[in-house]
């Protein structure tokens, strides 16, 4: 083993070590101390802690002014050979650690638990091997989400695979907050790769970057089970792949309130024009100039949201009649793109991943789509008993710029009573959760955070965006503030409900990971996972 330090000091918020000499600690790194030290018997009926890296300081046995004196002296040319004696032992480094798990091992049964003592005094402290967290023995699970491996500082334990239990984590919403660059598409069609060939999750993609499916480069389509569990809604799609068409009939008036502000008397009208005309409210709204019960002017601004909103207007035939004509590829009127929303809920309820490229919509229609998706399925899972749920797939839908929908302003607006944040307060108990991208973590409420049970936490070098997750994350990570400053593309921290602790990843590069999943690979992924479980 590799000894990189000895304990010297410190609480048990954090253990002063000392660096051994020629070594470079990292922030960030696992390190293990043994309660009981024993270089002959070291793996049996063993008691260690493992610690993670939280800060790093120089330290000397001589006074700051001698150090400045002799910089000064050498720096000026006065003796260009002068140096300390013994320096290893003079200058050093020491680091706060802070203790992550404790762990109890009997032969081959393990034990884990919060740390609640302190590792004996000097105590040596070695690297964290692949031994050390053999209590995450594999085991054979197909309901798993592949997150990456465990990372200790900017070493990577390639042979450790992060998996938690999928129907849990996406139940139970997963947050990805990360500034622009950090890796977010990366981690998220890693994750959808993972989860392709599984039939016990739907997965709803939302994709205003048009970048998951792999119309024009290596994407989620090259996945040797694509055929049977992907599925691409576009306005423009490629040959083989479906039209995404939404029929004005399948829109109701509690989606266009959740997308747009509507004031009293333009809510009871729209109920009223629902209630009057049933699935033909829209086309009638623009059809007549005057509906009792409905002022004008009310009417009139009305016709304008939903133009706005939709992109309809009113054009007449040769013969008079009128008709409805749509500026956006999206809606259309008649029967044409009647069983879209159908389609689609019933492909998520058979376990598939349907992506649905919103680059060419604007975000109403985005949103829109989404929602009538969403609250059919909503409604239909929570018509299910108990018995009928357990057998049905777990939902999730993968929303980019989360606050659009879960901000302060959207859930706290007049309009803002939106299917997505039901989701996020109720969806668990039926099976439907939300992984929320985000930028800005701080515009969503503190209580929405909350439900938000696992977090992938990449870098971010904005403070108050780093105290929101911090504030909000499974486990205490009030001391992370600078490692998840200095996260590197690709690197991130697994805070969750159903880990034993936060788990440092390395994310794999997605070319390179799908790699194991496409057809003729001999080196397809065993079905013996690592399951990292609370």
Request: charged residues 25%; glycine residues 8%.
């Amino acid at each position: 083993m590799d000894k990189r330090g000895q304990i010297v000091g410190g609480g048990l918020k954090n253990i002063l070590i000392r660096e051994r000499s020629g070594d470079k600690l990292e922030i960030g790194e696992l390190l293990v101390v043994n309660d009981n030290f024993d270089p002959e018997d070291l793996y049996k009926d063993r008691n260690y802690t493992i610690l993670q890296i939280k800060d790093i300081e120089y330290k000397s046995q001589m006074s700051p002014a001698i150090h400045e004196l002799l910089a000064g002296m050498e720096l000026e040319g006065h003796n260009p050979d002068l140096g300390f004696v013994e320096p290893e032992l003079a200058n050093y480094s020491v680091a706060a650690a802070k203790p992550m798990l404790a762990v109890h091992q009997k032969k081959d049964k393990y034990e884990t638990r919060s740390p609640k003592r302190l590792p004996n005094f000097f105590n040596p402290l070695f690297s964290i091997e692949t031994e050390d967290l053999k209590f995450l023995k594999p085991k054979n699970t197909e309901n798993s989400l592949y997150l990456g491996n465990v990372r200790s500082g900017s070493n990577v334990l390639e042979d450790l695979n992060v998996y938690i239990n999928a129907k849990d984590a996406l139940t139970h919403h997963i947050l990805i907050p990360a500034t622009t660059g950090r890796g977010k598409s990366n981690l998220v069609k890693v994750m959808l790769c993972s989860l392709l060939s599984s039939k016990d999750a739907g997965i709803l993609v939302l994709d205003p970057h048009d970048e998951y499916y792999g119309r024009n480069d290596i994407g989620l389509k090259d996945h040797e089970d694509s055929e049977d569990f992907l599925e691409y809604y576009s306005t423009d799609p490629p040959v083989g792949q479906s039209k995404l068409i939404i029929n004005i009939k399948s829109i109701t008036p509690k989606q266009v309130k959740g997308l747009t502000y509507l004031t009293q008397a333009q809510s009871e009208a729209v109920y009223l024009l629902h209630n009057r005309f049933g699935e033909n409210w829209i086309f009638e709204t623009f059809n007549t100039h005057h509906i009792e019960g409905v002022h004008p002017k009310t009417l009139q601004v009305l016709k304008r949201k939903l133009e706005n909103i939709l992109g309809i207007y009113v054009k007449k035939d040769e013969d008079g009649e009128v008709k409805l004509g749509y500026r956006r590829s999206l809606f259309k009127g008649g029967v044409v793109g009647e069983s879209t929303i159908n389609n689609i809920t019933e492909s998520l309820e058979q376990g598939k991943i349907v992506i649905i490229d919103s680059s060419k919509l604007n975000d109403p229609e985005e949103l829109l789509v989404g929602s009538m998706i969403l609250e059919k399925l909503f409604y239909q899972y929570k018509e299910y008993n108990t018995d009928e749920l357990r057998k049905k797939p777990v939902i999730s839908v993968i929303i980019e710029e989360a606050p659009r929908v879960l901000g302060k302003e959207a859930m706290e607006s007049p309009g803002g009573n939106n299917i997505y944040g039901t989701i996020a307060r109720e969806g668990r108990k039926f099976q439907i959760g939300l992984i929320a991208i985000t930028q800005l973590s701080s515009l969503i409420p503190k209580t929405i955070l909350a439900n938000m049970n696992t977090k992938i936490i990449l870098g971010n070098e904005m403070s108050v965006e780093r105290h929101a997750i911090i504030e909000s994350a499974a486990q205490d990570l009030s001391e992370d503030n600078r490692i998840i400053a200095s996260l590197d593309k690709g690197e991130a921290i697994v805070s969750s409900v159903f880990t034993k602790f936060a788990i440092p990843i390395k994310i794999p590069y997605f070319n390179d990971y799908i790699r194991k999943f496409q057809t003729g690979n001999d080196g397809k992924q065993e079905k013996v996972r690592t399951q990292i479980s609370g």
